[in-house]
């Protein structure tokens, strides 16, 4: 059974930087694209960022410019690197790793909270 557990939220000012970490436990292979979702208070959950096991990267252009994902296929872990902060980017932050091959194998962060505000 794979695992996700998240690090790295808080609360920071408008315009800081936070860094998320998403690690996995158990067999993940290189075939899992990995990604960031956000859910706000009283809004749907929506994508944030994704990156293929070859890297490539899609963001929400509500964070384009300002969010950087990667990740380490070594590690089983992705990772959200966010500044220029805004309270808007306040939300509940989930990992989600989804293999391409087998969509049973779809795994869910149990969150995290990112909180901009002065």
């Known amino acids: 059974q794979v695992q996700l557990v998240e690090s790295g939220g808080g609360l920071v000012q408008p315009g800081g930087s936070l860094r998320l970490s998403c690690a996995a436990s158990?067999?993940?292979?290189?075939?899992?694209?990995m990604g960031w979702f956000r859910q706000a208070p009283g809004k749907q959950r929506e994508l944030v960022a994704i990156?293929?096991?070859?890297?490539?990267?899609n963001y929400a252009n509500s964070v384009k410019g300002r969010f950087t994902i990667s990740r380490d296929n070594a590690k089983n872990t992705v990772y959200l690197q966010m500044s220029g902060l805004k309270p808007e980017d306040t939300a509940v932050y989930y990992c989600?790793?989804?293999?391409?091959?087998?969509?049973?194998?779809?795994?869910w962060g149990q969150g995290i909270q990112v909180t901009v505000s002065l």
């Open positions: 989600n790793f989804r293999n391409i091959i087998d969509a049973t194998a779809n795994y």
């Open positions: 990156i293929t096991s070859g890297g490539t990267t």
């Open positions: 158990g067999s993940i292979s290189s075939i899992y694209v």
